[in-house]
């Protein structure tokens, strides 16, 4: 993982939302010599530009609103959050646990780590995308078992057959109208309910 992490830095589109000071102009030297694609902002956004991979973020609490309104406007994947502090007073960090922040880098700045922070940050983040899928998926499947289930009952006790028989009205069905088994399930679990309520 970490190799075809460090083959991908030049692919990666990285905002440093961060005072253009001294710091700030290192902070984004150092990783344009690493082969990133970096832009900086300031003072902090309300959003950020589509595809942005990386947010390096000054976190500082007299920013908390500003920090917030940024964090929410986070299109879907967002982008792998670093975090910059300069304290670690509590607002700070509380701030930092808020962002979703996957590393913290620590003002002064050093170039010395930042790679590091960098390709651990994306590593943690890349798995945690692998689990959310994961997860929707099996959410998914979960859902269309438990209308399946729900269809199957219904047909049983309507037309007095057995669990097989319902499985395969259903599954004929499906066939004959080019529609998922999930899609006839929904169907009859909503007729069920229309009836139901009707009645």
């Given at each position: ?37 970096v832009s900086m902002v300031w ?148 007729m069920e309910t229309l009836l139901h309520s009707a009645g």
């Amino acid at each position: 993982m970490p190799i075809s992490l460090l083959r991908q830095l030049p692919e990666l589109k990285v905002v440093v939302v961060h005072p253009p000071d001294e710091e700030g102009d290192a902070l984004v030297s150092h990783l344009r010599r690493v082969g990133c694609m970096v832009s900086m902002v300031w003072p902090v956004p309300e959003a950020l530009a589509a595809n942005a991979d990386v947010l390096f973020l000054l976190i500082e609490g007299e920013g908390r609103h500003a920090t917030e309104v940024l964090l929410k406007s986070l299109a879907k994947p967002e982008p792998t959050v670093i975090a910059i502090v300069n304290y670690e007073d509590p607002t700070t960090l509380q701030l930092v646990l808020e962002s979703g922040a996957f590393a913290v880098v620590q003002k002064p700045i050093k170039p010395f780590g930042l790679l590091a922070s960098l390709v651990a940050a994306r590593s943690i983040w890349a798995e945690r995308q692998t689990l959310l899928k994961e997860n929707r998926k099996l959410r998914r499947k979960i859902a269309s078992d438990q209308a399946m289930s729900r269809a199957k009952t219904i047909l049983m006790a309507s037309k007095g057959i057995s669990e097989g028989d319902a499985y395969q009205a259903i599954r004929a069905q499906a066939m004959a109208k080019r529609l998922s088994m999930e899609q006839i399930a929904s169907s009859i679990i909503n007729m069920e309910t229309l009836l139901h309520s009707a009645g």
